[in-house]
């Protein structure tokens, strides 16, 4: 199963009481306070990891709860602090954060409304530079509870970490308390609650290269020829039904990631196909590398292929056309393919479309060349 959105519901741990307590020895019956401390409740920590690809744990485990500090003991004892919770997630997952429920309205005081509101734990320190230049906001999602969710973090980096919930101070123990006056404090603090949050996370994959394509235009035969990914690939449509990330290696040791999403079709932003669900894993790449069947087959014009596509992606967002675009007309091998991309040139003017074929590993180095090139461009 693959996921690439859920839902979470976050409750960091509560700090442990402090404890109230006197020493009683025998020959000191009237000791001081000896009430230890309460440990620290635990953080509930995000950790980008590269080695997953998808959120399926959390979409099975979507309550994220640490535990809570151990309360304070007699005889000075504090504590223990409790165990973070570290939750691993693929990199490129955004982390948005839900708008906190409303209180519900309590029916008998309702009219002392705003003077006795509770305040409500605000103090997560998020620590996240956010590049939001390719990331929009969700004010048109279909689920209405997360049009309000902002922004509050993009985990991008292997071991990157991210505080989603912050664990409660301990309470301090009563042998804190004595004072000259008041020399048997019967009185500990509470630990502190912990954070309560929901978040919405959202898999969109980096890869500086994106493939889009018609069904069975060889997106992943291209994928497999060019990194070590190996998709499987077949000769029917929706064969890939999710991304798949690679990466080529260069001759001189540098790398560019590339994207194969499943294929598009006519009316995909409108959800037919495969639909939209995968259109957000290209929201983030530098450039889009246009596959199209130079085969004609089926009957089909490979011009209005590259122009339907190009509809379909506009349609769903129109900065997708604003990227670089690289075109690449696979299957040169098949007979009919000379004379429709001698068409399709004149048809899409202007355009570099480079040759090639994927299965017979023709041209694949004037490819590799553009896509390196296209994702050493800055924007
Ligand atoms: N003749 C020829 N066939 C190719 C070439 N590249 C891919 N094919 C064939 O086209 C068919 C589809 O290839 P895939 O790589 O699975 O196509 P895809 O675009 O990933 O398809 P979906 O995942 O269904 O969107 C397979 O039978 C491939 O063997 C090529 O360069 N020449
Ligand atoms: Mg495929």
Redesign the pocket.
Known sequence: MFVDSVKVYVEAGNGGRGCVAFLREAFRPKGGPCGGNGGKGGDVILEADVNLNNLVNQHYQPHLRAAGGIPGGGKSKDGKNADDLIVKVPCGTLIWKLPAPEPEPDEFEAEESDSDKKPTPQDIVLHTEIESESVDDLRHHEDPSLREAILVGDMTEHGQRFLLGKGGRGGLGNRNFATARNQIPRFAQPGEAGTQDQFYLELRSIAEIGFV??????????LSALSRAR??????????LTPHIGIIEHDDYTRTTIC?I??IIEGAHENAGLGYAFLRHIKRCKALAY?IDM?GMEGRKPWDDYRQLRQELKEYDSNLIKRKTIILA?????ADAPENLKRFKEEIKRVRVIP?????DQGLEDVKKAFKKAAAKVG
């Open positions: 394509g018609y069904p069975n235009a060889g997106k992943s035969t291209l998709p499987k690939i077949a000769d029917y449509p929706f064969t890939t194969d499943p294929g596959l085969s696979n299957k040169m091998d098949e090639m074929s994927a299965a017979f």
